[in-house]
C-alpha cells in the first residue's frame, strides 16, 4: 500500500475513534441532563454544575492603533470585546472580515491589547495568518476552550440587539459589541456541546 | 422572532459529513490530499519534510472538524488550506514540523518508498524548480546563501548553523528565515508563501 493510501486509512481509523467518542460524550451528557431533572423534578435543593458563567464581554471603547495582527489577505484583526477570564489575563474576541467578505471573529487571551495565547506560561501574541471562525450568515457563533475555561463567542448582525446563551439551562443575555462581536466565559468542565445561542 | 443558527442544515462539504461519518473524512482527505502535497512540496522542496506537513494539517483538520462553519466545498478548502499555511509557517519557524496532532489523535504517519517520492516530485515539478532555484540562491547575499545551505542542505540545526557561522541562534533563524523569503520571491512564489515564511 502506499504511503498517501496507509495515511488516509490511518485518519480513517483515528476519525472512528473520534466519532465513536463524541457519540460516547453525548450520552454521558443525556444522562446527566436526565439526572439533573430528575433531581428538580423530585424537589431536591439546586443543582450545581460545572456550568457557571464567569464574564461577560465588554466592548473595547477606543480600538483605534490597536489591531494586533493580520489574517489571510492582509485583513487585520481589532480587538472588539474583552471579558475576565478569572485567571491572569482576561480574555478577547478579535473582528475582521475575511477575503471572500465572510465576517469572522477570533477569541484568544488578552495582553494589553494584543490577542494571542499562552504557552507553557509564556504569552505569545497570535501569529499572522491564524484564523477565526466565519460564517456567510449574518450572525454565527462557535464555542473554544481558552486557559481551561469554556468560551462562546461570535459575531452578531447589526440588527440584533441582544445575544442570549443558555448553557445546562442557565441563560445569560449580552448586547453584542462593536462589528457585533460578543463573548461569554464560562467555567471548567463546561460541555462545549449543546449550548443554544439566540440572536434577538 | 429569534434567529435561529443554521447548524442543523444540510451540507454536501465533506468535512460537515466528517463530523458524524468517518468515510466522509477519508472522502476529504482524497479530495485535497494531493493538491496539499504538492502545495508543501513546492514550497520546502522537500518530501518527506511535506509528507510529514500533509500528515499533521490532516490531523489538526480532523481534530478541529467541528469548528469548521462553512457550506460550500471552496469554504472547506480555504479552511484546510488555512491549517496548511499556519504548519508551514511553524516549520519555517521553528525548523522542524509540528506533530501535536498526530500525536493526540493517535495517527501513525507511514514512511515514503522511493518510487513515491519520485512520482511526488514529479507531481509537484519540483524538477522544473531546479534552474531557477540555483539562479536565485546563487543571487542571495553570501551570509544568508551560506545560511541556508547550512540549514537546508547539510540539514543542520540552528545551533550547529549558528556556530558554523560564528553567530547567535536568534541570527542563524533569521538569516535562513530572510534567505528563504528571498528565494521564494524570486521564484515567484504567491504571497502567501511569504507571510508564512516571515
Same mark, same amino acid.
Given at each position: ?47 450545581? !454544575?460545572? #456550568? ?8 473595547? =471603547? ?7 495582527? /493580520?489574517? &489571510? ?12 477570564? *478569572? ?26 491589547? !494584543? ?10 501574541? +497570535? ?17 473554544? /476552550? ?11 448582525? %447589526? ?8 448553557? =445546562? ?9 462593536? *462589528? ?21 | 422572532?429569534?434567529?435561529?443558527? &443554521?447548524?442543523?442544515?444540510?451540507? /454536501? ?6 463530523? =458524524? ?23 520546502? $522542496? ?11 494539517? +490532516?490531523?489538526?483538520? $480532523?481534530?478541529?472538524r467541528r469548528q469548521f462553519r462553512g457550506s460550500a466545498p471552496e469554504q472547506e478548502q480555504g479552511w484546510l488550506f488555512s491549517i496548511a499555511r499556519s504548519e508551514l509557517s511553524h516549520y519555517w519557524r521553528d525548523g522542524h514540523v509540528e506533530r501535536s496532532a498526530l500525536a493526540r489523535m493517535g495517527v501513525p504517519v507511514p514512511g515514503l518508498t522511493d518510487p513515491e517520492i519520485e512520482r511526488i516530485e514529479q507531481l509537484a515539478g519540483v524538477g522544473e524548480l531546479a534552474a531557477p532555484l540555483a539562479d536565485a540562491m546563487a543571487a542571495l547575499p553570501e551570509d544568508q546563501r551560506r545560511a541556508v545551505e547550512l540549514r537546508v542542505i547539510e540539514e543542520c540545526g540552528y545551533s550547529e548553523v549558528a556556530l558554523r ?6 541570527? #542563524? ?15 515567484? =512564489?504567491?504571497? %502567501?508563501? $511569504?507571510?508564512?515564511?516571515?
Amino acid at each position: 500500500m502506499r504511503a498517501t493510501d496507509e495515511l488516509r486509512e490511518n485518519l480513517r481509523e483515528a476519525a472512528q475513534r473520534q466519532v465513536a467518542a463524541d457519540r460516547v460524550r453525548a450520552r454521558r451528557r443525556h444522562r446527566r441532563a436526565t439526572g439533573v431533572i430528575a433531581l428538580v423534578l423530585l424537589g431536591g435543593a439546586a443543582v450545581a !454544575t460545572a #456550568a457557571d458563567l464567569i464574564s461577560i464581554g465588554e466592548p473595547v =471603547e477606543d480600538p483605534r492603533g490597536k489591531s494586533s495582527y /493580520t489574517v &489571510p489577505g492582509d485583513a487585520r484583526v481589532q480587538l472588539a470585546v474583552t471579558a475576565a477570564s *478569572g485567571g491572569a489575563l482576561p480574555f478577547g474576541v478579535g473582528i475582521y472580515t475575511a477575503g471572500n467578505g465572510d465576517r469572522c471573529a477570533i477569541a484568544g487571551q488578552v495582553r494589553g491589547t !494584543t490577542l494571542g495565547a499562552v504557552e507553557r506560561g509564556v504569552f505569545r501574541p +497570535f501569529a499572522a495568518g491564524r484564523t477565526g471562525s466565519c460564517d456567510a450568515t449574518r450572525s454565527f457563533f462557535d464555542t473554544g /476552550t481558552i486557559a481551561g475555561r469554556t468560551v462562546v463567542f461570535g459575531r452578531a448582525a %447589526a440588527a440584533v440587539r441582544s445575544v442570549r446563551v443558555t448553557v =445546562e439551562g442557565k441563560p445569560a443575555s449580552a448586547r453584542p459589541g462593536r *462589528g457585533g462581536a460578543f463573548l461569554f466565559v464560562y467555567d471548567s468542565g463546561t460541555p462545549r456541546e449543546g449550548i443554544d445561542v439566540r440572536f434577538e | 422572532m429569534p434567529v435561529r443558527l &443554521p447548524f442543523a442544515r444540510r451540507s /454536501t462539504c465533506l468535512l460537515v459529513q466528517a463530523q =458524524e461519518d468517518p468515510d466522509a473524512f477519508a472522502a476529504f482527505y482524497d479530495a485535497y490530499a494531493e493538491r496539499v502535497l504538492v502545495f508543501f512540496t513546492r514550497r520546502v $522542496l522537500d518530501v518527506d519534510v511535506a509528507f510529514d506537513l500533509l500528515s499533521e494539517t +490532516f490531523a489538526k483538520a $480532523l481534530e478541529r472538524r467541528r469548528q469548521f462553519r462553512g457550506s460550500a466545498p471552496e469554504q472547506e478548502q480555504g479552511w484546510l488550506f488555512s491549517i496548511a499555511r499556519s504548519e508551514l509557517s511553524h516549520y519555517w519557524r521553528d525548523g522542524h514540523v509540528e506533530r501535536s496532532a498526530l500525536a493526540r489523535m493517535g495517527v501513525p504517519v507511514p514512511g515514503l518508498t522511493d518510487p513515491e517520492i519520485e512520482r511526488i516530485e514529479q507531481l509537484a515539478g519540483v524538477g522544473e524548480l531546479a534552474a531557477p532555484l540555483a539562479d536565485a540562491m546563487a543571487a542571495l547575499p553570501e551570509d544568508q546563501r551560506r545560511a541556508v545551505e547550512l540549514r537546508v542542505i547539510e540539514e543542520c540545526g540552528y545551533s550547529e548553523v549558528a556556530l558554523r557561522l560564528g553567530v547567535s541562534e536568534q541570527t #542563524a533563524r533569521a538569516r535562513v528565515s530572510r534567505g528563504l523569503r528571498t528565494l521564494a520571491r524570486r521564484l515567484r =512564489e504567491p504571497a %502567501a508563501l $511569504l507571510e508564512d515564511a516571515a
